[in-house]
Structure formats: C-alpha cells, structure tokens
C-alpha cells in the first residue's frame, strides 16, 4: 500500500497550541543539574519515550516506539493489526468527511435557494401589484432579519465563525492552531450564519464558509467528537496527533471547495496550492477520494431533487454556469482583449485587496466594542445592501423582451434571466435582473451566452461600482462571509462590460468575456493559478476556454503581485497569526541561529526534581524543554533530548515519584501508563497545570525523564545561517528547534528556536537595523 | 512579486554528477590537522564562500554571499538589476521551453501522422488491388525500416534515450543526475528515435519520451547551450545551479506532457504528482506558464493546418477524443461496471507491471551484450507486431457497413473508423481497423460513442490479448517508447468488451466504457490519480465523466497498489538508480545515523597542504570532505564547514598558494576569481583532477579553505534516529549531510551521509538482520 509513508511520519508536528503562548521567552533559570544514578544509554534510540505511538502506528518520529527487546515482539505483533485498522479508519474518515461536506454543501444550497427565493417570490408579488413600499419593507425586512439572525449567532455563540474561514485554515494547515477556530460551535454557526448571510443578499459568498466548514467537519470527525458536547467515538483516538489531524483537515477543506464549486478537482487543486503547506502523494489520492465522494453525494440529491421536489431548489445538473456549447474561435484581436482584461483585472484585484485592508482595519475598531456593536454593523450593511438593490434598479430603463428566446421573459416570481421589477409586462429591467437575483443567479446571467443585448452598458457599469463596493464593506461584518461569489460578480461584469465595449470587432462571445473578466479578478485578488483555472473549468465545463483563462489569470496575477500579497495572505498577516513562510525572508542570510534566542534556557536533568519542573511549568507557557544529562554520569554534559509540556502534565498527574534521584525507566512507565495517555489531545482537553494535586513533600521527590524525552530532537549549530535554519524549520514542520553551541565544553545546549523566533516582528525588533539595509 | 522565493534558494541541492560516484566511501585517511597561523571567526556568516553566488542572486545557501562590509554595498548595488534580469530570464526560459516543445510535439505529430499515413495508404493500396502479399511486404518493409532507423539512432548515438525516459526524469528531480541522461545527442535521438518507433507501427506511445524530450529541452536552454556542440549562451549562467536548473526541468516535463496529450493542465498535475519530488507554490505557476504556452502554440499550428495544408496530418482540434455531446446519465447498475471495471483495472495493471520487469530483466541481458544485439531484438519485435497487425484481421470476419452514419464506410486509404481490408465493397473488418491504424485512430474508435456493433466481442478479445501482450514486449527494446499508449490501448479495449457485455442493462455509452477502462488500467499500471484523471478530461472534453472516472482509478490503484510499486518507481529501481522516496523506511527507525556512517574519514585543516588535497582527490571519489579547525587555533577542534570538490579543483587550477600556513581570506580569493568560477559547470563540463598541473614543489605549499568552505552545514547528531536523518535529508534536498559526535572531546565530526548511505541495500548490507524483522 502505498500508505506506508503515512505510518513512518516525520515529526512535522508543531500546531501551536495557543497563539502566542508557545513563545520560547525564558524568564528565569530552573533546571537543577545534578547527578544521575543511572547513566542512560547513548548512540542507540532504543531508550525512547513511550509517546503516544507505541502502540498504535501512526507515532511522530519525535516520539519514536519502545525498542527495547522486551516489548519488540508485543509491539510487532500488535502492528500488523493496527496498521490495517489505522488505514481502514483513514479512508472511513476521508469518505465520512465527503459525505458530510457533500450533505451540508447541498443542504446549503437547498436552503438559501428557498430562503432567498421565497423572499423574491414575496416581493415580486408586491411589485406585480404596484405596491413598490410594501415590496421594500417586505425585501429590506426579510434580508435585515436574516442578517441579524446571522449576526447574533456570529456575535454571541462562536465570533471565530465570521468571515471567510480560508486564511484561519491556511495558518491551522501551517501550523497555528488559532484559539477556538474548528470548535463544534464554529462549524454550527459558520453552516446556519452562512444560509443566512447568502440569504440575506448580501454581496458575499458561501464558498469560504464551506472550505472552513470542511475543515471543522474533519476536525470534529478526526477528534472521535467532541467530548463538551458528548460526541465522542474512542476508536477514533488512533488520530489524535498533529500530522493525521493536518491530513484530514486538508481533505476537508478540498471537500468544501468541492461542494461549493461541484468542482472535484478544482477543490483538491485548491488544497494544494492555497490551503497545504506541506503535501505529499499520499495526501494527494486521500484528497482526490473526499472530493469524489463530495461529487457524487452532490449528484445523487441533485438528481433526487428534479422536478421540484425540493421546493425552490434550481434544476441544473453538477455544473453550475454551464458555457460548453459556446463556440471559442478567438484570433488576435481577442487576444488584446485578454491582455487588456488581465491587466485590468490585476490592478482592480491589487486595489480591492489594499481597500479590503482598510476597510478590515476600521472595522476591527467597532468589532472590538462588543458583540452589540458587530451586530449594528451588520445591520447597517444589510439595509446598505437592500437599499442599492432595491434602490439601484430604478435608475434603469425598460427594455422589450426579446423576440425567439427560449426562457420566460419577464420571468416573474422565480430568479431568471429577465425581471419585471417596476416595468410594463413584456419588458424587463435589466439591472433588477443583476440585482434582484440571488448572487449565483446574477453570476449566470452574466455568463449567459447568446445574450450580447441583453444587458446596457450603463447597467453593467453601475451594477459594477455597486458590487465592487458592496463587496469590498460587506466582508469584515460578523456573518461568514466568502470573497470568491463577490470577486466572481465584479469580474464577470466588467469582463462583460469589455466584452460589449469590444462587440463589434470580436467574436467571442459576451459571456466568455464575463468568464474571462471573473477570472482575471481571481486571479488578481486571490493570486491562485492553477486551482482558479480547474474550478472555473468546472464551473463552466468550457475546455476550449482553457488557453484564453490560463494567459489572463497569469497576466492578472503578474500584475497584481507588483502592487500587494493576496487577499488571504494579507489577512493571515492582519490576524497576526505566525505563519511560516515556503522561503527565508533575505535578511535572515546577515543572521545566525545564535543571534535570535532568547535566554536565559530553562533545561531539567534527566532525573528532576519535582518542584523544580511544577515551578518552571508555572512560571513559563513554555511547550518544550530541554534535559541534559551532565558528568559524572555522562562523559560530558550532553543534551539528551526535549520534553514536552503536555507530557510533563501528564507525567506529573499520576504522582510516580521516587524519593531517590534514580532513573525508573522506560519499562516502569510502560507499566504505569497506556500510550494513549500521552497522544495529543484535542482543543482544550489535556490536562492542565490547575489539574496537578502536588503536595509539599512530593516536590522534593524526583521523576524520571528519560522515558518522556524525545531523544532525537532536529538540532542546528548556533553558527547556522539563520534563513538555513528557517528552511529546516519549515519544512520539516518542526515546533521546536534545538540550537546547540558549536565550541563544546559550554552548556549542550544554547537555547530554543520557535516559530515565533522567525517572525519579521520578533528579528526585527532584536535588530532594527535589518529592515533598513534590506 | 512572488520570485523572492526562488531566489532565497535552500540548499536543496544535491544532483549525483555521476550515478554511484559521489558515494562516501573512505578508503584513507588523509587530512593534515595542523594548526591553522590565523583563526578565523566563528559565529559569523560572514567569513563565507563566494561560491557562484555572489555576484548573481541566485546563490545556494549553502554557499553563501559574502558579507564582509567591504563588500556589500558592492554586492547590493549589483543584487537589484541582476535580480530582474533573473526574474525576467526564468521567465523568457519558461517561454521558451513551451515554444520549443510544443514546436517538437507538433513536429511529432506531424511527422507520424505523415509517415505513417503514407504507410498505411501504399498498404491499403495494394490491399485494393487484392495483392496481399505485396502488401504484407510493404507493410512489414516500411516498420522495419523505420524501427531499424530509430534503434540505430538509439544504439549507437544515444543508449540513454531508450524506453521512457519518466523515470529518469523522475530520479533526476529527485537529485540522481544519471549520465548523459539530458545530453544534446539524447534530444537528438528522442525526437527521431519516437518518429521512427511511433510510425514504424509499435505498440508504444510518444508521451513518455515527450516528457523526456520536454525535458531535455529544458536542460540544454538552462545551461546556455551545449558547449560541445558550440551552442552556447552566455547569458544563462545565472541558471548554472541545481535548483534553477531542477525547476526548468520540471517545467519541461509538464511541457511534454501539455504537448503529447494536448492537456496543460494535466501536464502540470503530472509534474506535480509524478516528476518532481519538490515542490513550491511558485513552480506551479511557472509550470502553468509553460504548459499554457505549449497548448497556445499547439492550437495556433493546428489552426493553420486545417483544410489540408499539412499533407496527411488529420483535422481535429485541441481535444484528442472528443465525447463531449455524449450525454453521461448512470445509475446503480453502471456503478456495480464501474467497480468491476476498477478491479479488473488493478489486477490487470498490477500483472502488467509484473510481467513488464520479467521482460525488462530478460531483455537487459541481451541489451548488454552491445548494439547489434539490441538493433536485431528490435528488428525482431518488429516483425512481429507487423504480423500480428496483418495476420490477426484475417481472423475477423467482414461487417456490412451500417446504414446511417455520417463516415465513410468503407474508409479507403486513409486511417478510420470503417477499414476495408480484404473484405468486399460495402463491408469492413473490424479488426483492421483497430491494427492497421495508428495508436491514436486505434484509440480514437474504440472511445467513439454511439458504436455499439461496431466491433464484434471476439475482435475485441483478440486485440486486447495482442496489445497487452506486444505492450509488454515492446518497452524493453531501443526505441524511444511511451507507456500511456499502449496501456489505454489496451485499458480502452477491455472498457469496451465489459461495456458490450453490459450493453443489455446499461444506458451508459460503450465508448464511455472505453474511457473507464483507460482510466482503469492507467490507474493499475501508473498509479497516479489526479494527473491522470484530469489528462482523461483534457483527452476527451467531457467532464460529466468526472465521478465515474475519480472512482474507477481509485479503485484501480488500490486493487494494484496491494501487489506491486508503480511502474515508474518500478523501472526506477530497477535501474539502479538511488532514488530517495519521501518516507524513510520502517526499519530506519532500528538505527542511528552513526550506524551507517562509514569511516574513516577524510577532513582537511583550514588552511592544508596543497600535496594532502590532491592526493585525498586523487585517492578518492568523494564529492564533499569536512574542514576541520583545531586548537590552538580554534578554543578546540570544530567543524568548520565543507567544502565540494569541484571548488577544490577549481582553487587548485588557479594555484594560488602560499609557502607558509596562512590564511589568506576571502578577500583574496575574491579578487582573483569570478564568481562563476565556481557555478556549477555542465554535464562533463567542470575542472577535472586530470586537468590539475601541480608541480612537485608545490605539493609542501599551503592554500587556505576557509573562502571556499560552506560553514553552515546542515548538522545532526550521530545518535539522531536514522529515520528522521533520512526525513531531514530527503525533505531539505541534501547532497551531503555532516554527523558530528554526540559527546564532545572527540573529532568534531563522525562522518557524512550521503544519498547512497539511505538506500536499502548500504543498510540491508551493513545490518542483514534488520530485512528479517521488517
């Protein structure tokens, strides 16, 4: 199988459990360094901590198995069966997660179709009898309640749901475990706040929503449940580390992606390219299986639901703005307006991303307030939004239906290409059509084919400022809100304004103009290639078009990266959470490893005091330390490996002092201690330092280390280029990075480098004088 | 922009120059430990090698730039313009590279379709005139000519563009840089070599020596030319370094495929999943660059032949197999297909790879006993697919055409659906029209949709045996051959008899089950998943398919993946190459690294003595060899560094030595050589030991090592599980990986681990009981 790779993991661990509090900044020296009784074995890694993994397959190397002879034939025998189960449980939890994403997808979709188009329905009928106040009330009222609904789900039960979700389970996938992100009352909130916040009609998305809710799903589902809310599944313990919990959280973001999209391989391609910061083949296939699954759940309620069964739920199949039986002959003059339309779509990208900044900033002073304050804001946008989309449509003419076209016109009491709103029957307004829409509808009108006259240039232009700027204050509110539907509106319709503009001296159709302008705008907000290109494709099921959207995305994207960073990048960097970037940043090469530790180092001997290490738990959010064994009891002192915090805990809690300073042993805590009592626990769910009972006479007793060392941790030389140390750091995945002095004869080791030692803010503050001369 | 990550390049470096050469294996200690007249200071990045970076922003960490003051205002003056003349030549190289191939793909394409065209129209000719031995003749003449053509080319010019060529595309990104494997000649051969095999009527394809031929291409542009044959640039030198030159080949890679399958996006998966084994958000979109070119030029040149313009080269457009207005509805029975279909795929794929290494091993040993042998087996394999295509159809009897279509039928003279053999007017023979075509028509009928009669069951049987069998028979032999054809040859066939057999109870197309049965097969044999999913899409245009097509290759690879390795990775093995897979192996875990570190070492003083490095040159094979400081000149003896040969050959070629022990500095050496002195040099193209004229007397003569030495090595501790060295190593793309002691006191360092010392069979042989455990 080729899941072996799985079971021999690295120790790519390192999800900060805290934001910030796994900061190495040693305030005072513990670490009693006395003798040993027992000199533990060198150069062999049989003496190793019992963590987690020995007994089931999927251990970090961090924390490598027994290997002591005794256990070798135990350990073997219950291998076999393991591994199976492991994998088994690997490809349950991929087709759990695909399933689950592709129902809450649909189920998505189902309610905002009604929601929304029972709402439409409501004030179309207004309209039709001429009673255009009641038909605002009706409009702004239902959008204002459910945008309030949102809200105070958003504001009260989980604020971690609003937003779009990607750049919180980009940094989750980078290794920063931002406080209560994947929570069960995230996903509840980020599944309701989001059919309400489409419903609503605000100019938002549910795609960010449901890569987000993807990830919460495999979390919940990774987790065995959720033990607050009792949900809990114990065979599910096999995943309790950060690596198997990376790899589904990765499956569930490409199912949402998936399920929002319909688009299989768009999702596993966004994965890859905007979520993952490490993948592997492996992780690849699993990936692929989740959004298959996600596809055909959502094929199979979609073929469930023809005919009406399921209320307003649109007919269409798994493409979503079908564009196929366009003809895409294009020659050179379209190919200057592909160039023009990159390169517009790149300065309108860079310009929304500065705006967004912004405009986030400014919001991030009234979210602060309270909870009160978030959910005016939301009202406040929401009646913003009625009223542009109420207001707006006034502005425009009416125009006859066309003659031979197959569709209603005017299409009256259901989304379509051609609403009455206040005109005459027999004629539309074109911009209610945009406007009086839900957002999918308004997209496919504008990628409608065959349509050059349908709409006025005019129209396009205002329903084009009013998108734009609706997007742009819509994001930062407390509803989960997605950037993609609001880029994908704004592109399609100057895409389509060029496209008019350029009518008559091309053949391309006005709606691929509208595919190639959405396009252009990803690609200059979101900064994604291949993915945008996959899903667009999917959305479309437009092959031909493949040459004309790789050439504008890459134009776009070369533009925009001139100016700013990507919309989600820009908003990982905004939140302040510590994400690792792919590259060294330049000024890490004048540095070295040694220049940005911060000492003093806090280290415990291989047997250690109890007191000393509950005092050093307690004066430090340290998540590692050091143990040195130190002569005589080894020729020299010499750094035996890390321990983590969360080991210590446990360790601590079952009280197996010894009055000696003697070492116990592994075979003594393999006694004592079942491994899965050191396997990561969930969010919030280990033990804590106000669980541990020490009374005053057991702080003078002592404690074996040895079994709890990692004995093997990834070291570099305090001479270490600092950007080479980076590079290991990174891609290695590591939490923490021991540094060790390059003369001997000092103290082993000379300190410990986190995550946040690479930060800019962190480098730059030791040096100010880096940033001027880079 | 984005490329700042290119240009803080890690030390991923580490491309074998010579396949087994760079092995560590220390025969004599020589290394002079005598102390050094100035110390050199520690803790500092700045007393570093100038290695090739340092005039141009594209350095190696590993070889870092110099930052003495003196010179950075120098450095960084230079470092803006030549950071845009990087960025702008790496992408006029991607340019490039796209143009090239896809001129080469449409070459190819042309050339077959003539060749073989013309071929097939004398054969059918004949064939008219009821002379049918004369036309066996022509038949079987014209493939022999060209196969003898193409194995001459092959034997005698370039051994190395046989077979594939994906796998050794694959170890070379993998860092193994086997020889002469993207040498000039071997282009040469590949692009000849695959005209002549592919016309000559084989059962291979010209995808997988496209990728080689992409890949080829790549190499030769990145290294400016070839000196050789006097095509040089020298304005490409800023690419003459691994991992620019890794990142071109990997572009060229995609590129082939994008050309060979008319599928970009595909082509960038398949690089992706299959080629590289590193991997950065900034390559994908570099590849996508080039594989978007490839398919602008591709269309561009197919536009301008349409209507004939380009002899017997077909019409058709970007989409190889069109099936896109075939509608997909499937329901529950189909599905139960889907599963059959999905195992039959793996076991046969699994069988097929099985049978594939029998018959590599037994024609390697004919292969070995020199050309000749290898022209006549070629020759041999020749007339026996010319019999086969001949002779089998005789066994098919003659179909009346159907009524109905809008073909020809009977199509006469040139390649089709309908093909008349002996039959009478009005009738054809199925199974000429799959063996006297060429691969791609032969492909093109069996996924024709609406066929239901066309082929009898029995004719399917028979070409299904014949192709899976003359696929099996035919990689081994001296022509440049492609994998993918033969196996969806042969996969589309048995997708078409289980789409006839199921044909009573299915709705779904016989031509979709063709697909299916590619998608199988290709899943069985390659192993891959999403690249070949979405190269399936790309074939065929239909994305409707998508589900189906996810499930049977999953299906597929995980049946096959239970029996053997991929075919590639197995091909890969069997040539020897020391390919580092991503994962270390589970009895890595067993050992340390100083288990396998072999000794003694070989270690140079800071400054040595000209006579102890050449001999240690002279005497060993070593590519990198430890500086070493020692007292009283460093507080106590420490690791220094390391330092490459060809940089030692390149510092000995200049003779710059001094009489006394002193170290001159980096200032010194900085002013009398260039940095692209030491950037590496081409295949075969750098200071060789036999270039070096060292007089006797300057044999006693000091030179100092400390500019040339890079100080920053990555480190780890030879009590360091071997698993994780080897996670550390293959992750950061190592060449050479220092072990240094665990106590200090000892030498201040225990060894080097190379590529060679990971692979199974150092380890397997150091330690032969651990094979029995695992």
């Not at 439409?120 to 239902?142: D, K």
């Not at 200057?336 to 991303?353: C, E, F, T």
């Not at 909870?371 to 939301?378: D, G, H, N, S, V």
Request: charged fraction near 20%.
């Amino acid at each position: 199988m080729d899941d072996r790779g799985d079971i021999e993991t690295s120790d790519v661990g390192g999800v900060l459990e805290r934001n910030g509090s796994s900061f190495y900044e040693d305030k005072e020296l513990v670490g009693a360094r006395e003798p040993l009784l027992r000199k533990v074995t060198t150069n062999n890694t049989s003496q190793i901590a019992i963590v987690g993994a020995n007994l089931c397959p999927i251990e970090s190397l961090d924390y490598e198995i027994v290997e002591n002879d005794l256990f070798k034939q135990d350990w073997r025998s219950r291998k076999k069966t393991q591994i199976f189960q492991y994998i088994a449980l690997k490809w349950t939890l991929a087709l759990l997660i695909g399933l689950a994403t592709g129902l809450v997808g649909f189920f998505n979709n189902l309610a905002v179709e009604n929601i929304a188009g029972f709402k439409l329905l409501l004030t179309s009928n207004f309209m039709l009898e001429q009673r255009f106040f009641e038909a605002f009330v009706v409009f702004a009222g239902c959008n204002l309640i459910l945008a309030a609904g949102a809200a105070l789900l958003c504001a009260y039960v989980a604020p971690s749901a609003a937003g779009s979700g990607i750049p919180e389970v980009k940094a989750y996938l980078n290794g920063v475990d931002a406080p209560s992100i994947l929570a069960p009352s995230t996903l509840f909130v980020k599944i309701f706040g989001s059919i309400g916040g489409v419903s609503a009609g605000f100019v938002l998305g549910k795609e960010g929503p449901m890569v987000h809710t993807g990830s919460c799903i495999a979390f919940l589902l990774g987790q065995g449940g959720s033990r607050k809310y009792r949900l809990t599944c114990t065979w599910l313990r096999y995943f309790k580390n950060d690596r198997d919990r990376r790899d589904l959280i990765t499956c569930g973001a490409a199912a949402g992606v998936a399920a929002a999209f319909r688009a299989p391989v768009g999702g596993v391609l966004f994965a890859l390219e905007e979520a993952a910061s490490w993948w592997r083949s492996a992780l690849l296939w699993r990936t692929f299986f989740t959004t298959a699954v996600v596809a055909v759940v959502l094929r199979a309620l979609i073929e469930f639901c023809r005919g009406g069964k399921c209320g307003l739920f649109g007919e269409g199949g798994l493409i979503m703005f079908d564009l196929s039986s366009s003809v895409a002959t294009y020659s050179a003059p379209d190919l200057i307006a592909v160039i023009v339309l990159g390169v517009l779509g790149g300065l309108l990208g860079s310009l929304y991303n500065f705006f967004l900044d912004k405009i986030l900033r400014s919001y991030s002073v009234i979210n602060e307030k309270g909870a009160p304050f978030k959910i005016i804001l939301t009202i406040t946008i929401s009646l913003l939004t009625s009223c542009c989309a109420y207001g707006l449509p006034w502005l425009a003419k009416c125009t006859p239906c066309p003659a031979n076209i197959r569709e209603e016109c005017p299409t009256i009491g259901r989304s379509g290409n051609f609403k009455n709103f206040q005109c005459p029957p027999g004629h539309y307004n074109d911009l209610a059509s945009l406007f009086l829409n839900t957002n999918d509808d308004a997209i496919r009108n504008l990628f409608s084919k065959g349509t050059y006259d349908e709409f006025y240039i005019s129209t396009l232009f205002v329903f084009f400022g009013a998108v734009y700027f609706l997007g742009l204050v819509t994001y930062g509110i407390a509803v989960p809100s997605g950037l993609f539907i609001p880029v994908i509106l704004a592109g399609a319709t100057y895409g389509r304004i060029v496209g008019t503009l350029l009518g008559p001296i091309t053949d391309l159709d006005t709606g691929l103009f509208a595919l190639l302008g959405a396009a252009s705008f990803l690609g200059g907000t979101m900064r994604m290639t291949v993915s945008v290109c996959v899903i667009l494709l999917e959305l479309t099921n437009d092959l031909l078009m493949l040459p004309l959207v790789m050439l504008v995305l890459l134009i776009s994207k070369t533009v925009a990266d001139s100016f700013n960073k990507g919309v989600y990048d820009q908003i990982v960097k905004m939140k302040g959470l510590p994400y690792m970037e792919a590259h060294a940043e330049p000024y890490m090469r004048n540095l070295v490893a040694g220049d940005v530790v911060s000492g003093p180092l806090i280290t415990f001997s291989g047997v250690e005091k109890v007191g000393s290490i509950v005092h050093a738990l307690r004066l430090t959010g340290h998540h590692a330390f050091p143990v040195v064994n130190e002569p005589p009891f080894s020729d020299a002192p010499e750094l035996c490996g890390l321990v983590l915090r969360s080991h210590l805990l446990v360790l601590l809690k079952r009280k197996r002092f010894t009055r000696e300073r003697v070492a116990t042993g592994v075979i003594e805590v393999l006694r004592r201690f079942d491994a899965f009592d050191f396997a990561k626990a969930g969010a919030g769910k280990g033990v804590k330092l106000e669980d541990l009972d020490i009374q005053e006479e057991e702080m003078d007793m002592y404690v074996d280390l040895h079994p709890i060392t990692n004995t093997s941790p990834y070291t570099v030389v305090e001479t270490m280029s600092l950007a080479k140390a980076a590079v290991l750091f990174r891609e290695l995945g590591l939490r923490h990075l021991c540094v060790v002095p390059k003369t001997p004869g000092r103290p082993p080791v000379a300190g410990i480098l986190t995550r946040h030692d690479f930060m800019p803010e962190h480098i730059l503050g030791l040096f100010p004088r880096v940033k001027s001369n880079d």
